[in-house]
């Protein structure tokens, strides 16, 4: 309940910033998810749950772009997807059908804060270049 909050909190608040600047060239955003494994199962168990969820043929839906998936040891699997805002409820569902039973979910906003941490690095050099 508290991630679908956030979730609609982010998307209204994306929402502001868009408004504020129309520069912004796209109505898509990344969701990270982690899933975290069951720690009560074994990994044929929680194989097994996936397979019978149809998890390969239903997550992540097509119209996510898989930013990168990892496995966390310890924890599960963390996916990072990038899908148009009018998707998010595609991506819920693509989750609920293929994943819950082998892992718990949190869902999280995620920005590429890379670039703009070069940016600064570039500035920080140019004044010493001269």
Known sequence: MKTALLLLIF???SNVSIA???ETPSDSLMVTIFM????????????????NNGFLENFP???AKVINWYVMMGIGQVVTVKIPASELRNLNISVEKSVWG?????FYPTY???PHI???????????EE
């Open 11 to 13: 998307l209204g608040i």
């Open 112 to 114: 590429d804060l890379y």
């Open 61 to 63: 839906p097509a119209s």
């Open 36 to 51: 975290k494994h069951h720690q009560d199962k074994n990994i044929e168990e929680l194989r097994e749950i996936r397979n």
């Open 102 to 106: 082998a892992f718990s979910t949190e």
């Open 118 to 128: 070069l940016e600064e690095k570039k500035k920080l050099k140019a004044p010493n």
């Open 20 to 22: 504020q600047h129309p």
